[in-house]
């Protein structure tokens, strides 16, 4: 008999954003999965009246939404699919870096558990995703690496550790980033930091490129050196 699914699509997508954002240390606000899932607010008060129900999340006024125990092994379960499927379609499938993420959100929730057990081993235990996200291993998450781009003051080179699940989600900005060689495993220099205009221009392997500090914020990086100014 086919495996029962435990949770539907929407709420598995509401989990995984949930657990990506914790990740990250953000406080989880309602608001916050308004303009992450692109529903409205209704919506996702509904979806987390639900989920807190039947036992998924916990919901503390300011300091926002945790994931119980139960929420938590559901999350770490889809985000583990998620990021299989993304290494299924780029390194078996050949399917471009800036596209795997929206196909691997239409295979992830038909994915069974022996299914993703058997991808993890054929793919040679990958320990992250195309873009550099941890693969939760025996239901847990390993912590991120890097900080973000933003965050670096000018003169600083950085190897490209990971692009949040947040930029992902943009087709058009992972285009750009895939021609400008934003990737894991790339170093840049951060050139300039001009907060009043909100950009910041980076070296890549002798090119300059510029980025809007919020995009800034999605690339996490790992400084590894400061070069004299």
């Given at each position: 008999?086919?495996?029962?699914?435990?949770?539907?699509?929407?709420?598995?997508?509401?989990?995984?954003?949930?657990?990506?954002?914790?990740?990250?240390?953000?406080?989880?606000?309602?608001?916050?999965?308004?303009?992450?899932?692109?529903?409205?607010?209704?919506?996702?008060?509904?979806?987390?009246?639900?989920?807190?129900?039947?036992?998924?999340?916990?919901?503390?006024?300011?300091?926002?939404?945790?994931?119980?125990?139960?929420?938590?092994?559901?999350a770490t379960g889809i985000v583990r699919r998620h990021r299989l499927a993304e290494r299924l379609l780029m390194d078996i499938l050949k399917i471009p870096w800036h596209e795997t993420h929206q196909e691997a959100c239409l295979l992830e929730h038909a994915m069974s558990e022996r299914v993703v057990d058997r991808l993890y081993e054929i793919l040679g235990k990958p320990t992250t995703c195309p873009h550099g996200n941890p693969i939760p291993v025996d239901d847990v998450l390993p912590p991120i690496r890097g900080v973000p781009l933003n965050t670096l003051a000018a003169g600083t080179t950085a190897v490209v550790e990971r692009i949040s699940e947040e930029a992902n989600r943009l087709i058009e900005l992972m285009e750009y980033l895939d021609r400008t060689g934003i990737k894991p495993g790339t170093t840049i220099t951060v050139k300039e930091a001009t907060e009043y205009a909100g950009t910041i221009t980076l070296l890549i392997e002798g090119k300059t490129s510029s980025l809007g500090i919020r995009v800034a914020a999605m690339v996490w990086v790992t400084p590894s050196s400061t070069l004299a100014r």
């Open positions: 008999m086919p495996e029962k699914k435990s949770a539907t699509a929407t709420v598995e997508e509401y989990l995984e954003a949930i657990l990506n954002m914790a990740s990250e240390h953000k406080n989880v606000l309602g608001a916050r999965l308004v303009e992450r899932l692109q529903v409205s607010p209704p919506t996702v008060t509904a979806t987390l009246q639900r989920m807190r129900r039947d036992g998924l999340i916990t919901t503390r006024g300011k300091e926002g939404i945790s994931l119980t125990k139960k929420g938590m092994k559901l």
